[in-house]
């Protein structure tokens, strides 16, 4: 019996020598990436000299590559390179071991209980923000959510361990850090290394918010209080192997990680949602019944996050036509069977959510926002495993999925209720990928509520 080998994995066009395929990604990265599932179920790219990325496009495969091949993986050059460019591992970019300690010692902070009591801190945060907007302004939605994910960070992480003006400094240099990482993570290693001012801004940045973070862990730890966030439990947390505490270098990159990768999404998602009620007054017209329904007319609390079904699905929908990541790696550390093909060890491996969720082989009519495809259980039942990944599977699944969904609920609910955004006619919104996929520019105009 003859055994048929598997076509060879194709190479996307477009690549240079040296520069590999970092001119499409350059110039338009979300449509290179979206382009490549047309190679089929793996294609080759090239993100750096003589070392081949293999994109995996098929859910199947995805899916296998994400939980039954995971013990076998590394987590690859995106996340090896944000550590490096962040300067210090987390648990987001750790791998193995040292990945599963960190996130053992971090869960604490993620628990029911610690997230019911981060509602009434994210609520308070929304409100004030809210209350500084005025009818008729032009607001820059994009940066009134960062703003905002910014504050409510501080007020669940920090609480009261940064005064106002360090707090401004962090939001300054935050931003420059946020705005370059997604360059620094996909480009070649020796872009960063040329004296750009670009280069240059975000050093300096970078060690500025390291030492903001560094000189709240030194003091907190220096005055021996617990003040109830979330630095505080990582003050408190130990290492289940050596009795250890956490050292300061450590619980700056896990609060600058958090930070990055935090704020950004939390932004990108709010961004979006707010874009979609306004195209769509169906939508938002249903959104508003449901919360006058569960809420009548009082602010949010966190046992009405399950009641928010409606608003559940607006946010799903959001995950799914806006998904705010764009490549994600893993790394063969030995020879594997993906599917019918063989991947040697040492292997890059990577999947976009952004453009898996777009499929229309999977979504029907993709491109329109939806919330009600979450009701049609006979739709959900046909997506195959691996198709739909909002936090990603396996061992390293998003271990904030259930935090992050909290505050997105309870933003919108408290946004949404109070004020009504129209987008500023004639612009021209698309998805725009850096750190996350976000809005290239998002300019609307709030109007109270009747």
């Not at 628990?111 to 302004?137: C, F, N, P």
């Not at 990055?260 to 932004?267: I, M, P, Y």
């Not at 966190?302 to 994600?328: C, M, Q, S």
Request: aromatic residues 6%; charged residues 25%.
């Amino acid at each position: 019996m003859t055994t048929v080998a598997p076509p060879p994995i194709p190479t996307a066009a477009g690549s240079l020598p040296l520069l590999g395929h970092a001119i499409p990604l350059l110039r338009d990265n979300l449509a290179f990436i979206a382009s490549l599932r047309a190679y089929g179920p793996l294609v080759r790219i090239h993100l750096q000299p003589q070392q081949p990325t293999i994109v995996v496009n098929e859910p199947a495969l995805i899916r296998q590559m994400l939980v039954d091949l995971a013990p076998g993986l590394d987590k690859g050059r995106f996340f090896e390179k944000m550590g490096q460019v962040l300067g210090g591992d987390s648990v987001v970019t750790a791998a193995g071991a040292d990945h599963v300690r960190k996130r053992r010692q971090l869960q604490p902070a993620f628990r029911q209980t610690e997230i019911a009591r981060y509602v009434d801190l994210m609520r308070d945060e929304v409100t004030r923000t809210v209350a500084t907007w005025k009818s008729g302004q032009v607001l820059d939605v994009r940066e009134a959510m960062v703003k905002l994910s910014l504050d409510m960070l501080a007020a669940t992480v920090f609480a009261s361990s940064l005064d106002e003006q360090a707090f401004q400094r962090l939001r300054r240099d935050l931003s420059v850090v946020m705005n370059g990482v997604g360059t620094r993570v996909m480009l070649p290693d020796w872009v960063e290394k040329l004296p750009l001012p670009a280069n240059r801004r975000f050093n300096a940045s970078r060690a500025a918010v390291r030492a903001i973070i560094g000189n709240a862990v030194d003091e907190l730890r220096a005055s021996g209080h617990d003040t109830g966030d979330m630095l505080s439990m990582l003050l408190s947390a130990q290492d289940e192997e050596t009795g250890r505490p956490m050292t300061g270098h450590q619980i700056c990159s896990e609060v600058l990680t958090l930070a990055v990768a935090g704020t950004e999404t939390t932004a990108s998602v709010l961004s979006w949602v707010l874009y979609e009620l306004a195209r769509n007054p169906e939508v938002d017209q249903r959104l508003q019944a449901e919360l006058a329904e569960v809420l009548d007319g009082r602010p949010v609390a966190f046992e009405d996050i399950p009641k928010l079904t409606y608003l559940r699905n607006v946010i799903t929908e959001a995950l799914r036509l806006h998904h705010t990541g764009w490549l994600v790696t893993r790394r063969t550390l030995d020879t594997i069977q993906l599917g019918e093909f063989e991947i040697p060890a040492g292997t890059e491996l990577a999947y976009c959510q952004h453009a898996l969720h777009r499929d229309p082989d999977f979504f029907p009519d993709p491109l329109r926002f939806d919330p009600d495809r979450w009701l049609d259980e006979k739709q959900k039942a046909a997506l195959p495993d691996g198709a739909f990944l909002p936090f990603g599977a396996g061992k390293h699944k998003c271990i904030g999925d259930h935090f992050a969904l909290t505050e997105l609920t309870t933003a919108i609910a408290t946004m949404a209720g109070a004020w009504r955004l129209a987008p500023v006619p004639d612009q021209k919104v698309r998805p725009v990928a850096r750190a996350t996929v976000r809005p290239s520019t998002l300019m609307m105009t709030p109007g109270p509520r009747a």
